[in-house]
């Protein structure tokens, strides 16, 4: 005799609901539905646990899917606890009641087993691809069996129905394809199976299918034909779970490019197994190139995460900080608070924790590369580099302290890419500061005159070549108690108490002079002055606080910069024969001092490498000397 029953009204809208808006993904049904087959032989094993008649062999367990094209069904079959009558109209009649659920909290995990199911909706996702659903199944130590019928929001049936085996079928009707959405990819053996490795590819039972192979026609050569055979689609154990002692650098390449984090080879790997106020494994992976869209705002961050061994979230951004968003890998818990899709986690406590361990982790295992294996870690800086970097920088430096030992700079004594640690070790005692030069490149950075006095005190100098360098290292301020120093600073801090004399003297002595070469640069310059730093140069420019020329320079090629200037001050090398020819000039010829200070203003922005103003007056100045 069948019941004919109508869901709640609450049900009703939460059906719709749930259908509509709670799943993104038409594919998740398979997922759900397999989770579910997956606790019902649960639950047979752990009954096993407390039944002496019971005997648990895994072996005799699993989820089978089958296809049949012509009616356009797709069935799941489980040899699971199964259900009764009562349990079908409960678990399946009551929309968000989980039966999982009511068992996972009486009964603790044992032997790895958990219960996947925390919410009764799952089941009903199979109605986005569905027009109807028809589950049968018999329950554990009972003749009977009972199928429960349903075509969506207006109710269900439960008969009285044959099954030989205990366990749950569940029949889906697949809906037929609209102009928006083709149904008929869930009736493909290859998108079924690519959506289970995806998912479900970690379920600990054999998930089987139907599937289609090629062999040669007998008693032909060149013909062949196709055949069915059964097979395990996925591989039930988990690399994440097996001992680390049974794993090779070959198993875990292997499992990176099979998960597709990459198509390069992976610099290391990190395999956690934690066992404390939150329980969790992952693999972590350090890739050795730049991903192509890296620094792009298609780049999406994130660990895959898994729930005892289901795919929850293809990317949770939430486990990774920024700066280390370059990170590929998965992470698989037990203990997440998992929101009513599982598509999406509820921010908790646990998932804080998760996250600020491997963050932790992370940074050992970069420190660990930078310390034993540093040409790994260089390589691994020159794709990543520019990211810790901004990691210092942003949030307004509240990252330096995880971040600053893990920078790297080119240096001036070795040519070669040294840590700041490095640096500080082997500072003079005399020299009071860290001090960086900022350029294009290298090479343009040897060739700034400011550099040399700072070198001929033998003064180690960090060439910084990233327009990101000098934003992070203002953030930083200090290291081990030594502030940074950029060449091009007002003060350098190099001359003693008798160079200090020479040079206020200088600038005493030519007050005149230097007035009057800054009158003709107003606007332009904060001052003029005779420079503490050049050596074979004749003049160069030099900033007072905070903001430098390499950072105005970043700063104006942004939209909106606006009229973002340093403040800059023209030094002169009075030690140089163009001094001399200054001085004639003020002397004798105030015409030819005003052309010879435009060509040294603008002589001293080419080489900073900023815009002339007016590059026509500049050629018309250097054919006026000409001639």
Known sequence: MAIKKEFQAESKRLLDMMINSIYTQKEIFLRELISNSSDAIDKIYYRALTDDTLVFNKEDYFIKLTIDKENRTLTLTDTGIGMTQEELENNLGVIAKSGSLAFKKENEAKDGHNI???????????????????????????????????????????????????????????????????????????????????????????????????????????????????????????????????LTEEDYTNFYMEKRYGFDKPLKHLHISADGAVVYNAILFIPENTPFDYYTKEYEKGLELYSNGVLIMDKCGDLLPDYFGFVKGMVDSEDLSLNISREMLQHDRQLSLIAKNIKNKIKGQLQSLLKDERENYEKFYQAFGRQLKYGVYSDYGANKDTLQDLLLFTSSKENKLVSLDEYVSRMPEDQKYIYYAAGESISRIEKLPQIEGVLEKGYEVLYFTDDIDEFAIKMITNYKEKEFKSISSGDLGIEDSAEKEENEAQDNDNKALFEAMQEQLAGKVKAVKASKRLRSHPVCLSTEGELTIEMEKVLKAMPNSGDVQADKVLEINVNHDVFKSLKDAFAQDKEKLSLYTSLLYHQALLIEGLPIQDPVEFTNDICKVMV
């Open 116 to 246: 996947i199911g925390q919410f009764g909706v799952g089941f009903y996702s199979a109605f986005m691809v569905a027009d109807k659903l028809t589950v049968t199944s018999k329950t554990l130590g009972s003749d009977e069996a009972w199928r429960w019928e349903s075509e969506g929001a207006d109710g269900y049936t439960i008969t009285p129905a044959e099954k030989d085996s205990v366990g749950t079928e569940i029949v889906l009707t697949i809906k037929a394809n609209t102009e928006e959405d083709s149904y008929d990819e869930f009736l493909e053996e290859y998108r079924l199976r690519s959506i289970i490795k995806k998912y479900s590819d970690f379920i600990r039972y054999p998930i089987k299918m139907d599937v289609t192979n090629h062999r040669p026609k007998e008693g032909t050569e060149n013909e062949f034909e196709d055949y069915k055979e059964e097979q395990t689609v996925n591989s039930m154990v988990p690399i994440w779970r097996k001992n680390k002692s049974e």
